[in-house]
């Protein structure tokens, strides 16, 4: 089984910085895009960042000069570094794969759609 992992959630003053992580473990061959949402009180579900296997990135225009998404393909992982932090950042953070390659004894098969369990970044003063 494969799952996404996600640490470095937290509470920060406005101005501050945030580094959060997501690892995809279990028996992983492969992980396409990767990402970040979040999900404020009342509000859906929205994109923040999502970088594609080969490092294309892409924002959201409220991330677009604070955030940098990053990963490092052979450890499945992605991180999201925060800066410049505001209270409507405020919101349960949620790390996404959209193709994750599965092994399975001698054959690999994909599958689709995972997310990670959320975690929760704070900014207040």
């Known amino acids: 089984q494969v799952q996404l992992v996600e640490s470095g959630g937290g509470l920060v003053q406005p101005g501050g910085s945030l580094r959060l992580s997501c690892v995809a473990e279990?028996?992983?061959?492969?992980?396409?895009?990767m990402g970040w949402y979040r999900q404020a009180p009342g509000k859906e579900r929205a994109l923040v960042a999502d970088?594609?296997?080969?490092?294309?990135?892409n924002y959201s225009d409220s991330a677009k000069g604070r955030f940098t998404i990053s990963r490092e393909n052979l450890k499945f992982t992605t991180t999201l570094q925060m800066n410049d932090l505001r209270p409507e950042d405020t919101a349960v953070y949620y790390c996404?794969?959209?193709?994750?390659?599965?092994?399975?004894?001698?054959?690999?098969?994909?599958?689709?759609?995972?997310w990670g369990q959320g975690t929760q970044v704070t900014v207040t003063s």
């Open positions: 996404h794969a959209d193709r994750i390659g599965v092994i399975g004894g001698l054959e690999i098969h994909y599958e689709h759609d995972f």
């Open positions: 970088i594609t296997s080969d490092g294309v990135t």
């Open positions: 279990g028996s992983v061959f492969s992980v396409n895009a």
